[in-house]
């Protein structure tokens, strides 16, 4: 072998070892996706922040507030999906007045990707929460409540998929029993389906149908109880790929998400930011390469004040 065909045979060798040892390291920073989740829940048509003199809220709340917020992170990520967890209506005179149409109108302005039902969106009844859909621009995901026999019918969806970069996200929707909370006349003849087996039903559709690369589920359901009532504890426990539970309904306020072990011993991250909008939550997903599917995520409570995010 001469000197210039040894040379080029060593300098070959030597690639082909760096490139296989180090090759995760070499591309896993172009494959890795960071991925923002903001998330509110039970705002209960908090429009104006709390009163300055307010004893445990003052300033708080509010939509403007929360609107400068949302948009300065949306400014600082790439890749940002924005969700409410349920009871958008009743517990201001806002709501009493103009029956709901201020808060879907600002939802939509926010860029609000979805939302789910809570027990007070019946408040005005099927026909008055279906007077207020032609002002949202985002999805109603309710996967267990069946409005068939309802005016409801065929304007909400059980689930959707959302493309964010090379990630594909699956968001459905379960929602409380009504029975016994609401009244009937309210909720007329929609039927309540068991929202485990509808979970159980959507998330292997959207892992196994819709190759998603993470599942969330928007939940009325509760936290949890002390009973053995459907909670997103209990949710959690009984489903294999959900990786995410966004709650609303019990108005827990979770300093930081809990972390619940599935059916297949995988961790269920559930979030829950309180009420009234005086919190957004947030959680920051970072996915490596498809084919590891390795997920890591830090999480913040970000508190909407007056006049606190209007400095950029």
């Known amino acids: 072998m001469n000197r210039r065909k040894f040379i080029k045979n060593t300098l070959t060798g030597s690639a082909v070892i760096a490139l296989s040892s180090g090759y995760q390291s070499i591309f896993a920073a172009d494959q890795r996706v960071k991925l923002t989740i903001l998330h509110t829940n039970d705002v209960h048509s908090r429009i104006d922040p709390f009163p300055v003199d307010d004893i445990k809220y003052a300033g708080m709340g509010g939509v403007a507030p929360r609107s400068a917020l949302i948009?300065?992170?949306r400014q600082e990520e790439e890749h940002v999906l924005l969700f409410d967890a349920g009871d958008i209506f009743q517990?201001?005179?806002?709501?009493?007045?103009?029956?709901?149409?201020?808060?879907?109108?600002?939802?939509?302005?926010?860029?609000?990707?979805?939302?789910?039902?809570?027990?007070?969106?019946?408040?005005?009844?099927?026909?008055?929460?279906?007077?207020?859909?032609?002002?949202?621009?985002?999805?109603?995901?309710?996967?267990?409540?069946?409005?068939?026999?309802?005016?409801?019918?065929?304007?909400?969806k059980p689930y959707q998929v959302f493309k964010k970069g090379r990630l594909k996200i699956g968001v459905y929707g379960v929602c409380i029993q009504l029975d016994g909370l609401v009244?009937?006349?309210?909720?007329?003849?929609?039927?309540?389906?068991?929202?485990?087996?509808?979970?159980?039903?959507?998330?292997?559709?959207?892992?196994?149908?819709?190759?998603?690369?993470?599942?969330?589920c928007l939940s009325h359901l509760g936290y949890k109880y002390d009973t053995d009532k459907v909670s997103d504890v209990v949710l959690a426990q009984n489903t294999s790929y959900t990786d995410l539970i966004i709650g609303g309904h019990t108005h827990t306020f979770l300093p930081a998400p809990d972390?619940?072990?599935?059916?297949?011993?995988?961790?269920?991250?559930?979030?829950?930011?309180?009420?009234?909008?005086?919190?957004?939550?947030?959680?920051?997903?970072?996915?490596?390469?498809?084919?590891?599917?390795k997920m890591t995520y830090t999480s913040a409570v970000e508190p909407v004040k007056l006049f606190s995010n209007f400095n950029s």
Do not use: W
């Not at 009244?183 to 509808?198: R, V, W």
């Not at 599935?262 to 498809?290: M, P, T």
């Open 259 to 293: 972390n619940i072990p599935n059916k297949r011993g995988k961790k269920v991250i559930i979030n829950q930011v309180g009420f009234a909008g005086i919190n957004l939550g947030r959680l920051d997903f970072v996915f490596e390469s498809k084919i590891s599917g």
């Open 183 to 216: 009244n009937k006349e309210q909720f007329g003849n929609t039927k309540y389906l068991d929202p485990i087996k509808k979970a159980q039903e959507i998330e292997a559709h959207l892992k196994s149908k819709e190759d998603c690369d993470m599942i969330i």
């Open 91 to 156: 517990g201001t005179p806002y709501f009493n007045f103009y029956g709901g149409e201020p808060e879907v109108k600002m939802m939509s302005l926010m860029g609000y990707d979805a939302g789910t039902m809570g027990n007070h969106d019946f408040d005005n009844g099927v026909e008055g929460f279906v007077k207020q859909l032609p002002h949202a621009n985002f999805p109603i995901l309710t996967a267990n409540y069946d409005f068939s026999d309802t005016p409801l019918y065929g304007k909400t």
């Open 71 to 73: 948009k300065k992170i």
